[in-house]
């Protein structure tokens, strides 16, 4: 589905009209979603199994945080939100499983853009205490405080009221897990409900 959704987008089929080009793009959203539910259930059985296992090398995490953002873009222009990347450590090297950390990464700006109905998402890089640190604010829901110390855990979700979000419920779980994994770590902070959050890699 998602391949002949893209074949519209780009023109490979022919030309289609602006509404068709908004439904093709709805599809390939709704698609990049259900596959990482599909993806998270995988990688929960990998853990259950003891099969997780990490590839450590050095890559450039400041070209990982640009193609992130590039790669939600339409996400997030969908949603009339601006996505916003603030670089104040260019071209800052690290040591991790490069694909785990795009995939943590990349569901904490999906999290933030699904729960934001206006404003923006913020992912930024800097450097602290001799460490990458990426983080991604919102001006959406917010988090009550009674809930950030259960949002890492198993089958856990935050109450969004009627929001009725796709999810597993394992996605920040699996996060903590493959951060700790590679000698990391995250954390959510946030004033409250309707207040935003920001999640600390």
Same mark, same amino acid.
Request: glycine share 10%; hydrophobic share 35%; with cysteine.
């Given at each position: 589905?998602?391949?002949?959704?893209?074949?519209?987008?780009?023109?490979?089929?022919?030309?289609?009209?602006? &509404? %068709?080009? #908004?439904?093709?793009?709805?599809?390939? @959203?709704?698609? #990049?979603?259900?596959?990482?539910?599909?993806?998270?259930?995988? $990688? *929960?059985?990998?853990? /259950?199994?003891?099969? @997780?296992?990490?590839?450590?090398?050095?890559?450039?995490?400041?070209?990982?945080?640009?193609?992130? %953002? $590039?790669?939600?873009?339409? +996400?997030?222009? +969908?949603?009339?939100?601006?996505? &916003?990347?603030?670089?104040?450590?260019? +071209?800052?090297?690290?040591?991790?499983?490069?694909?785990?950390?795009?995939?943590?990464?990349?569901? @904490?700006? $999906?999290?933030?853009?699904?729960?934001?109905? /206006?404003? *923006? %998402?913020? %992912?930024?890089?800097? =450097?602290?205490?001799?460490?990458?640190?990426?983080?991604?604010?919102?001006?959406? &829901?917010?988090?009550?405080?009674?809930?950030?110390?259960?949002?890492? =855990? =198993?089958?856990?979700?935050? $109450?969004?009221?009627?929001?009725?979000? !796709?999810?597993?419920?394992?996605?920040?779980?699996?996060?903590?897990?493959? !951060?700790?994994?590679?000698?990391?770590? @995250?954390?959510?902070?946030?004033?409250?409900?309707?207040?935003?959050?920001?999640?600390?890699?």
């Amino acid at each position: 589905m998602r391949g002949y959704a893209s074949l519209m987008l780009d023109g490979t089929a022919g030309e289609v009209s602006p &509404q %068709v080009k #908004d439904m093709a793009q709805k599809i390939l @959203i709704s698609g #990049d979603r259900v596959l990482s539910l599909i993806s998270q259930f995988l $990688d *929960r059985s990998k853990l /259950e199994l003891g099969q @997780i296992s990490y590839t450590i090398t050095e890559f450039d995490a400041e070209n990982m945080v640009n193609g992130l %953002v $590039d790669e939600f873009a339409w +996400h997030a222009q +969908h949603q009339n939100l601006e996505l &916003q990347k603030e670089i104040d450590f260019p +071209h800052l090297q690290v040591r991790a499983d490069e694909q785990k950390l795009r995939e943590v990464t990349g569901n @904490i700006i $999906d999290n933030a853009i699904k729960y934001t109905k /206006e404003g *923006r %998402v913020t %992912v930024r890089l800097e =450097k602290r205490n001799g460490k990458a640190c990426i983080s991604v604010s919102d001006t959406g &829901q917010g988090i009550d405080s009674k809930d950030i110390p259960d949002l890492f =855990k =198993k089958f856990s979700r935050a $109450d969004y009221g009627s929001m009725n979000m !796709l999810g597993s419920g394992l996605g920040l779980y699996l996060a903590k897990t493959f !951060l700790e994994g590679m000698g990391g770590s @995250i954390r959510a902070e946030s004033r409250g409900t309707g207040k935003g959050s920001r999640f600390i890699i």
